[in-house]
């Protein structure tokens, strides 16, 4: 029984791998703004890998404001909520959100429309082609190598669009503004502006280079556009607009 255990799992997973080693996208980070592309991407038709560096779904979505269980969107976001069936209760003239309830269902949508979300793996770097630039893929290690500190080199995963949604950071394009010559300086976001931040946010959401893109707060560090606290259509509505770009540019 042990043996077999074993077999299921390593040869189900392998075969798995395998397949995934091409992508039509890969979106890196199942944070709000990353499960919201995969859904939309993916229920085009599109074949769609996530990369998570943790064992969990919804980036900062859990921590909701500082640690209570609620998080706010504004009145545009209504559309995208009730794509992935969130409820929501008017307050103040905002809507107010579970927070489990919105990981859980962004999740389970982006799972359902065909997306594979696969945890424990990080993106350390990209795969990059010239004349023209192009950014081809990433490099990825398992993320308790990466935390061990091991030197353990990384495989490859080739794709057609890489979508950093890796939130405050900007992983992705920051590795690959330092690494090859994008002429972006990644200089981080700005402090708090909650009337405008998201409405920026959304409007730069975009393509960086070609085969590269960025959403949600990733977006503020390209462009060091504010933060907005925890408000999050803003973070939705940058995830469904990168699907439309990707999903343009792939056609
Ligand atoms: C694999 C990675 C890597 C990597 C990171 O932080 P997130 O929730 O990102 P967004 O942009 O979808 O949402 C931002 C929102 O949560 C937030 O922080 C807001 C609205 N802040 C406003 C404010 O004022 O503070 O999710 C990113 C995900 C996380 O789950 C990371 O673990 C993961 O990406 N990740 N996964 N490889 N290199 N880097």
């Keep these: 029984m042990e043996a077999e255990i ?13 397949e995934l080693a091409e992508s039509d996208v890969i979106v890196v980070g199942a944070g709000p703004s990353g499960l919201t592309a995969a859904k939309y ?63 859980a269902k962004l999740a389970a949508k982006a799972i359902d429309s065909g997306a594979k979300i696969i945890h424990g793996v990080s993106v350390e770097d990209v795969i990059f082609r010239e004349n023209p630039l192009a950014v081809k893929g990433v490099c990825i290690q398992w ?37 090859i010559p994008l002429d972006i300086p990644v200089v981080g976001e700005r402090s708090a502006y909650s009337e405008v931040a998201e409405k920026e946010i959304v409007e730069k959401t975009g393509k960086v280079v070609k085969g590269l893109y960025a959403a949600g707060m990733a977006v503020a560090a390209v462009h060091n556009l504010p933060r907005m606290g925890p408000i999050f259509g803003g973070m939705l509505m940058s995830g469904k607009k990168i699907a439309e770009i990707v999903a343009e540019d792939l056609s």
């Design 41 to 103: 991407i993916a229920e085009k038709g599109f074949k769609t890998l996530v990369l998570e560096r943790r064992l969990s779904f919804g980036g900062g979505i859990g921590g909701g404001g500082m640690l209570f269980h609620k998080i706010v969107a504004e009145e545009e976001a209504k559309e995208v909520l009730d794509d992935f069936d969130i409820k929501y209760k008017v307050r103040r003239n905002l809507l107010v959100i579970d927070a489990a309830e919105m990981m």
């Design 6 to 18: 074993t077999r299921a799992i390593i040869e189900s997973a392998s075969e798995e791998w395998v």
């Design 143 to 179: 993320s308790a190598v990466e935390i061990s500190g091991l030197h353990v080199d990384p495989i490859f995963l080739r794709s057609g669009a890489v979508v950093d949604a890796t939130g405050h950071d900007a992983e992705v394009i920051s590795v690959a503004a330092r690494k």
